[in-house]
């Protein structure tokens, strides 16, 4: 079972989730308490070779807690701000276009 398996039981499984790096790690690894390092998570995303399936899964799916695809909560929600402040810039230039 990977970890996404562990947190992801409310939704149907992805197709790429047999191939994370995180399969058999101890969930809590992923979703250390507070005051504990994420720096282990993190460490094992880097080599992930479905990292980007797992960070656009949680940005889309709104996953508030734990590290996924190599992000804390706090740097995916600062993502979903880019992204979000991105497209209303080019929204913009296309209605002042
Ligand atoms: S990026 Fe990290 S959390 Fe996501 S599948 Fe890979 S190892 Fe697991």
């Known amino acids: 079972m990977t970890v996404l398996e562990a947190v992801g039981r409310r939704i149907e499984a992805m197709p790429w989730w047999d191939r994370a790096s995180c399969s058999g790690v101890d969930p809590d690894v992923f979703f250390p308490q507070r ?31 734990g590290i996924w695809g190599g ?13 979000a402040l991105a497209s209303a810039a080019y929204s913009s230039q296309r209605v002042s276009a």
């Open 71 to 83: 992000l804390s909560e706090r740097e995916r929600r600062n993502v979903r701000k880019a992204r």
């Open 35 to 65: 005051g504990v390092s994420t720096r282990p998570a993190k460490e094992l995303c880097k080599c992930c070779e479905v990292r980007s399936q797992c960070l656009e899964y949680a940005l889309q799916t709104g996953e508030r807690f």
